[in-house]
C-alpha cells in the first residue's frame, strides 16, 4: 500500500508539472462543451429554394409566401424557367427546385386538382431528405388551408372526426441540445481519458524513467493502478465541470440521481482508462499510441449511438456496439438526465461495463513485462 501511495504521489507531480496534460483537461472539454451542442442540431434550416413559376397567380403567390414564411427556406432564385432553377442547383445557389405549372389556379379550383414537381438536390442525403420532407408537409398543410376555405361545413357534422392528441414524454419541448449535451459529456471524457492514458506508459519508455522503474521491486498492478488512479479521479472532476456547464448555459438538471451518474462513470472510466493503458503497454512510441487510439475512438464514436440511432443500424452493427462501452454510457446518461432512471434501471449497464473495465484492466497488467 505504501508503494502504491509513493508512486500516486509521483504520478501527481508529474501532471501538475505538466501544463499540457491540465490545459487538454479542462479547458478543451470546457471550450468543447460550450461549442459543440450549439453546432451540433438535427434540424435543417436556411435551405435555399428556387422557385419556377409558370403561373403568375394569386394562389402561387400564397403558396410561396408560407414556403419562405416557414423560417426553413431562402428563396434565392424566383423565375419562369425551370432551367434557371436548375442552373442554381448546379451552382450550388440552390438546394431545392419547386416548380409551378401554368394554369396551377385554374385547375386547383376547376379540376379540384393541381400537380407541383419537386426537385431536390441530394448529394447530401440527409439535408435533401428533410428538406424534401419538410416542402411536402408545408405544401400539405396549404391545401388543408384551402379546402377549409372552400367547404362550407354545416354546424353539426355528420361526418365521424378523429381528434388526434399527443404529448413528448421527457423531452417536452423537443430540445436537441438536451439529448445531444450528455452524449458529447460521455464522448469528452472518453477522448481525455483513452488519450492520456493511452500516452502515459510511452512517455515513460521514451524518456527513460521506465528502466528505472522495471528494476525496482514494484509490482506490476501496483505500476498500472498508479498510472490509472490519477486520471481516473481527474476525469470525475472534468465530469463535474460538464455538469455544471451543462446547467449554467443549456439549464440541463438530471431527473435521476447524481449518484447514479457518477457510480456509472466511476466503473466507466475504470473501462476507457483500462483500454487506454492496454494500448500503452503494447505502443513503443507515443506516436503509435495516439495513431492506434484514434482508430478505435473513430469506430467507437461513430457507432456509439451519439449521431445515429443504434436501432437503425444493420444487425451486424448492432453486435458490435454491445462491445462498446461508450453505447452503455451515453445511453445511461440519457436515461438519467432526461427519464430519472435510477440504479435498478441501469444494473444491467453497469454490470457489462464493469466487466469491460475488468477485462482491459486485467489485459492491461498482464501484457506490461518488467525488464531489467
Request: charged share 15%.
Amino acid at each position: 500500500m505504501r508503494t502504491l501511495l509513493f508512486l500516486l504521489q509521483k504520478e501527481f507531480k508529474q501532471i501538475r508539472r505538466d501544463p499540457g496534460i491540465l490545459k487538454m483537461m479542462f479547458i478543451m472539454p470546457i471550450m468543447q462543451l460550450i461549442i459543440l451542442p450549439n453546432a451540433a442540431d438535427y434540424e435543417v434550416k436556411n435551405i435555399k429554394l428556387a422557385v419556377a413559376n409558370h403561373d403568375n397567380s394569386e394562389y402561387v403567390r400564397r403558396l410561396v409566401n408560407k414556403i419562405t414564411a416557414s423560417g426553413y427556406f431562402t428563396l434565392t432564385n424566383y423565375s419562369s424557367s425551370y432551367n434557371d432553377a436548375l442552373q442554381s442547383v448546379e451552382n450550388d445557389e440552390a438546394d431545392l427546385i419547386v416548380e409551378i405549372p401554368a394554369n396551377f389556379e385554374q385547375k386547383l379550383i376547376k379540376e379540384n386538382e393541381a400537380t407541383l414537381f419537386i426537385a431536390v438536390n441530394a448529394i447530401n442525403g440527409v439535408k435533401g431528405g428533410l428538406a424534401g420532407g419538410y416542402i411536402k408537409n408545408i405544401i400539405q398543410n396549404y391545401n388543408n388551408q384551402i379546402r377549409t376555405d372552400w367547404v362550407q361545413f354545416p354546424k353539426i357534422n355528420p361526418q365521424p372526426v378523429i381528434e388526434v392528441t399527443s404529448s413528448n414524454w421527457y423531452n417536452p419541448q423537443m430540445n436537441y441540445k438536451k439529448f445531444m449535451v450528455p452524449g458529447i459529456l460521455v464522448l469528452l471524457l472518453t477522448i481525455i481519458g483513452t488519450n492520456l492514458t493511452a500516452n502515459n506508459i510511452v512517455k515513460e519508455k521514451e524518456v527513460g524513467t521506465i528502466e528505472q522503474i522495471n528494476v525496482t521491486p514494484i509490482k506490476k498492478y501496483h505500476f498500472i493502478l498508479s498510472k490509472l488512479i490519477p486520471f481516473w479521479v481527474l476525469a470525475l472532476v472534468v465530469l463535474t465541470i460538464g455538469l455544471v456547464i451543462a446547467k449554467v448555459f443549456y439549464g440541463i438538471i438530471p431527473l435521476g440521481s447524481f449518484l447514479t451518474i457518477y457510480v456509472f462513470a466511476a466503473v466507466y472510466l475504470l473501462a476507457i482508462l483500462g483500454l487506454g493503458l492496454l494500448i500503452s503497454t503494447y505502443a513503443a512510441t507515443q506516436q503509435q499510441s495516439m495513431l492506434v487510439s484514434f482508430f478505435i475512438m473513430m469506430i467507437f464514436v461513430l457507432m456509439s449511438g451519439l449521431y445515429t440511432s443504434i436501432e437503425s443500424m444493420p444487425v451486424w452493427a448492432q453486435w458490435i456496439t454491445k462491445f462498446n462501452p461508450i453505447s452503455y454510457f451515453i445511453e445511461v446518461m440519457r436515461m438519467v438526465v432526461l427519464k430519472g432512471s435510477n440504479f435498478s434501471d441501469i444494473l444491467p449497464k453497469l454490470y457489462t461495463v464493469l466487466g469491460f473495465a475488468i477485462v482491459l484492466n486485467t489485459w492491461a497488467v498482464y501484457s506490461y513485462k518488467k525488464r531489467s
